[in-house]
């Protein structure tokens, strides 16, 4: 782990790093990082090991760095299952759509009501509660 101390993940230099006790969905090590500014996340450890660099760079760049690792992996498995091109577009559209329909879900849990249940007085009461939760 101290190979990562004093690199980049975008515009934030790493200080510490850790195992996670979380593992990825694949059962992958996740890493626990701080970095010099106090901020913390977790990451896959396969993802830190492309992303972390000597330099700083722009959150546009990490976001096409994490693409190009998650476009790797993707593309990679279309070629082991040898997809036919006719069929590239339509499960693109079922990936999307299915992330999209997961999303919409969670929300409903995280809201703990439908859409259509949902006023603006719920959208106050988020952000009363988030100020008391900041206040602590």
């Not at 990082?33 to 896959?44: A, C, L, Q, S, V």
């Not at 760049?61 to 040898?82: D, P, Q």
């Not at 879900?105 to 988030?130: G, P, Y």
Request: hydrophobic share 40%; glycine share 2%; net charge positive.
């Amino acid at each position: 782990m101290k190979k990562y101390i004093g690199l980049y993940i975008g515009l934030n230099k790493i200080k510490k790093v850790k195992a996670s006790k979380r593992l990825t969905y694949l059962k992958n090590e996740v890493l626990s990082i701080e970095y010099d500014n106090g901020k913390t996340e977790e990451r896959p450890a396969a993802i830190v090991d492309r992303i972390a660099t000597k330099e700083s760079y722009s959150l546009t760049e990490l976001r096409a760095r994490i693409s190009k690792v998650v476009v790797e992996k993707f593309l990679s498995t279309l070629l082991e299952a040898e997809v036919k091109i006719e069929d590239v577009e339509f499960m693109l559209t079922l990936v999307s759509t299915s992330l999209n329909r997961n999303l919409d879900e969670a929300t409903e849990v995280l809201w703990k009501k439908s859409i259509s249940d949902r006023t603006v007085a719920d959208i106050q009461a988020i952000f009363d509660n988030n100020k008391k939760e900041d206040a602590k």
